[in-house]
């Protein structure tokens, strides 16, 4: 099938959802799931394909998370920008099998609403701690600690974000932030040059851009 067609296009997401599904069964150590929940997830994500806009994260790029999440047992995650819940119900769906918890945050009302019905509808309501208010605010004041980051908020604040809660990052854990290349997210309000060379400067880090072309940048604090 020609990889650009609108066929293919549609069925690449269940195709990763698919796989995805594959991955959580195959990862050791998972926990105990509520009956069903992985064909109720899946569903959910099919039935969204086309529905991600507003400043949600394309399919390839929940999928990476949720890999991220199995292959490290991670279960203390915090997601800086919920929308209306597409990279949200990836990290919460990865976090059902490692018995983990979410907590997200987003300023806008609609989104934030709109994002507590997607997560009811996909059954991970339960795993996850969404919270409507300024990121700017609560994101310092939360105790931790976190063994998995996504930040996907205004870029301009990305510096601030990752100084606020690299502290609370466990060694091991792993700090990902969305749209670093093409000129998106890459200037901050931290001091002068880019956001992706604050990352890659940091001893404490170990760096890496995912190519999908929306520059996924992944860090994992060092362990020594």
Same mark, same amino acid.
């Given at each position: ?5 609108r066929?293919? #296009? #549609? ?14 069964r195959?990862s050791?150590g998972?926990?105990r ?11 959910f994500?099919?039935s ?10 394309? =399919? ?6 949720y ?8 279960t ?14 990836? /990290? =919460? ?11 997200? /945050?987003? /300023?806008?009302?609609?989104? !934030?609403r709109?994002?507590? $019905?997607?997560?009811k ?8 701690? =969404?919270?409507?208010?300024d990121? !700017?605010? /609560?994101? &310092?004041?939360?105790?931790? &600690?976190?063994d ?9 604040w990305?510096?601030?974000y990752?100084?606020a ?17 093409a000129g #998106?997210g #890459? ?10 060379e604050?990352? %890659?400067?940091?001893? $404490? %880090? ?13 860090s ?5």
């Amino acid at each position: 099938m020609n990889p650009t067609s609108r066929g293919w #296009r #549609r069925l690449f997401p269940r195709l990763l959802v698919l796989a995805a599904i594959l991955a959580g069964r195959a990862s050791a150590g998972a926990v105990r799931q509520a009956p069903g929940l992985d064909a109720r997830v899946q569903a959910f994500l099919e039935s969204h394909d086309w529905g991600w806009g507003n400043m949600n994260v394309p =399919a390839v790029d929940g999928r990476t998370l949720y890999e991220i999440i199995l292959k490290n047992k991670y279960t203390r995650a915090l997601e800086i920008g919920t929308s209306t819940g597409h990279s949200g119900t990836w /990290i =919460a769906w990865a976090l059902s099998k490692t018995g983990g918890k979410l907590i997200t /945050i987003d /300023i806008d009302e609609t989104r !934030h609403r709109e994002a507590l $019905e997607n997560f009811k509808a996909a059954g991970l309501s339960s795993i996850i701690d =969404a919270r409507l208010g300024d990121a !700017h605010e /609560i994101v &310092p004041s939360l105790p931790g &600690p976190f063994d998995f980051v996504f930040s996907d908020a205004d870029k301009d604040w990305y510096p601030n974000y990752l100084k606020a809660v690299l502290p609370k990052l466990l060694p091991g854990g792993c700090y990902a932030t969305h749209n670093v290349s093409a000129g #998106r997210g #890459r200037r901050g309000s931290g001091g002068g040059g880019s956001y992706l060379e604050l990352l %890659l400067g940091l001893p $404490e %880090l170990t760096t890496t851009v995912e190519g999908n072309g929306n520059g996924l940048a992944i860090s994992y604090k060092k362990k020594n």
